[in-house]
Nanobody, 123 residues
């Protein structure tokens, strides 16, 4: 079984910073892709940032310049450094990963979601 667990959410004032972490665990052969998504109350889940196994990154326009995604492959962990936070960044932040598992000679690719971590930015 493979899972991802987020941490690092909390309450912060506008202009402040937070660093979110997401760690994958279980029967992992490789992690092909990791990303952060967020969902504000009453809104659809939206992409925040993604990072590939090769280190290529992609950011939503709304966070570009304020957010940095990174990963430590040795620890199967991804980070989201968020600076200059705004009240509109308030949301539940979810970790998403595409993980390959190897059982015997069978390679499977799974998409995994975490439970989410709440980020609240006060004005």
């Amino acid at each position: 079984q493979v899972q991802v667990v987020e941490s690092g959410g909390g309450l912060v004032q506008a202009g402040g910073s937070l660093r979110l972490s997401c760690t994958a665990s279980g029967n992992i052969y490789s992690i092909n892709y990791m990303g952060w998504y967020r969902q504000a109350p009453g809104q659809q889940r939206e992409l925040v940032a993604t990072i590939t196994s090769g280190g290529s990154t992609n950011y939503a326009d709304s966070v570009t310049g304020r957010v940095t995604i990174s990963r430590d492959s040795a620890k199967n962990t991804m980070y989201l450094q968020m600076n200059s936070l705004k009240p509109e960044d308030t949301a539940v932040y979810y970790c998403n990963a595409e993980v390959s598992t190897l059982s015997g000679d069978i390679l499977r690719t799974l998409e995994i979601w975490g439970q989410g971590t709440l980020v609240t930015v006060s004005s």
